[in-house]
């Protein structure tokens, strides 16, 4: 199960890594799932993770409060705004516009109901990642109980 759980991560990791890139595919959703993928199988990958110069603070800020920055928060309304506009314009279909203003429509409802930041961004950095952090007197414990099984 662990090795699944990797590879799921490492895919995840993957396909949040070209929804960077691509304005149709999201990054956060994905970066999301493969951190709790890696809390599963690979700590270390997990930390990697929040300790990544890109989007580590985010993933810490909703590690920490389950909550965003109000900015980001309104980069997203930005680009969902954007994204759909030129998709439906080149989407001959009516049927399919209304599917991608419905499912619009639901993202923007869904990121409307997260809560925003109350404290400065970063304000737990430390503190969250000394959390997942593997304390060495604790790790050399675990190591004799299991070696005494």
Do not use: C
């Amino acid at each position: 199960m662990r090795w699944l759980l990797l590879g799921i991560g490492v895919l995840l990791t993957g396909v949040a890594a070209l929804g960077a890139i691509l304005p149709v595919l999201p990054t956060t959703p994905f970066l999301l799932l493969a951190m709790a993928a890696f809390s599963r199988s690979s700590p270390g990958l997990r930390r990697k993770l929040l300790e990544a110069p890109v989007f580590g603070i985010y993933l810490r800020q909703w590690n920490h409060d389950r909550s965003i920055p109000r900015h980001a928060k309104w980069k997203a309304y930005g680009l969902i705004l954007v994204t759909v506009g030129l998709s439906a314009y080149g989407i001959p279909s009516n049927w399919a516009r209304l599917v991608l203003v419905v499912v619009a429509a639901g993202l923007v409802l869904f990121l409307h109901s997260l809560p925003i930041t109350e404290h400065e961004v970063g304000q737990f950095e430390e503190e969250t990642i000394a959390q997942d952090k593997p304390n060495p007197a604790e790790t050399v414990e675990a190591s004799a109980r299991e070696d005494q099984r």
